[in-house]
Structures are given as structure tokens and as C-alpha cells.
């Protein structure tokens, strides 16, 4: 398509412009977001270009599934580093407050945080040990 005199090269061109392959991470050298992650636009669409290049050189990314930096670098568009994963996986695989606490495995008194051990708490979005919280309650029914 012509826009003017000039003619619009296709997206997949233009990509690659503005990727710099080095050792191992493909760095987009473009417009990224507030995170890092490249941004890219395709038919007057913004889309990420992380995503851009799996589905160009891998396929389609699967229903319900995000993509997964496994170098770390949200700036990475090789798609080697890229896996499709869960929300959920994404999440705890990261660097965020879920991810760390998820790594938590006994409270602050030592006690395991396992099945029978735990409440998860969802209004709160904690953990707490039911050990814990019986003493809580038992230590407050003794001062009355």
C-alpha cells in the first residue's frame, strides 16, 4: 500500500529493524512501555513485540496462555526465550510479591504452611497458620 510517495514496508521488515541480535537475548532497540516491554505497531494496532515474534517465528500463542520471558529480560524477543505459560505460572515464576511469598514455606513461628496448616485467606490475599491463630484465640479467651 502507498501512502504518499512512499510505500509502507510490511511489519515483519520493520521489525526486524528494530531488533538487535546479540549473544543470546534478541534486544528491541524501539518504543517500549512503562515495564520494558517492546511495543510495536502493526496496521495502525499496538501490540507487544515480544508476542509479535513468537507468533511470527513459533505460531499462534495458545487460548488462555501469556508469554513467559525465561531470560528475564522483558526486552527480549528471541523466541528460544519465550515460552507460552498460565497466568499463574507467569506470576510465580517472576520477581513480584506473589512470587516471594509463594517461596515462603513456614510462618514467622517456624510452622509448616502446607495443606492442613494453612488458611489462605482470599479478602486478604495471605496465607495464615491455623497453629498460630488457635493460640491467638486461646491466649485471648484467657484474658477474659
Known amino acids: 500500500m502507498l501512502r ?16 538487535k541480535k546479540t549473544g543470546s537475548c534478541w534486544v528491541w532497540l524501539a518504543a517500549k512501555d512503562r515495564k520494558g516491554y517492546g511495543r510495536f505497531s502493526v496496521n495502525g494496532r ?3 513485540a515480544h508476542r509479535f515474534a513468537y507468533e511470527l517465528l513459533v505460531g499462534p500463542i495458545p487460548e488462555g ?21 498460565s497466568v ?4 510465580l ?14 510462618c514467622p513461628q517456624g ?5 492442613f496448616n494453612t488458611y489462605n485467606r482470599i479478602s486478604k490475599q495471605s496465607r495464615e497458620c491455623r497453629i498460630c491463630n488457635s493460640r491467638r484465640s ?5 484474658k477474659w
Open 4 to 19: 504518499g510517495i512512499y510505500s509502507r514496508p510490511d511489519s515483519e521488515g520493520l521489525f526486524w529493524r528494530k531488533v
Open 46 to 48: 499496538l501490540v507487544q
Open 65 to 85: 496462555l501469556t508469554i513467559d520471558h525465561l531470560c528475564r529480560n522483558c526486552s527480549c524477543v528471541n523466541p528460544k526465550h519465550l515460552e507460552p505459560v
Open 88 to 91: 499463574r505460572i507467569n506470576i
Open 93 to 106: 515464576r517472576g520477581n513480584g510479591n506473589a512470587a516471594k511469598n509463594a517461596q515462603v514455606i513456614h
Open 111 to 115: 510452622h509448616p504452611y502446607d495443606m
Open 138 to 142: 486461646q491466649n485471648s479467651k484467657r
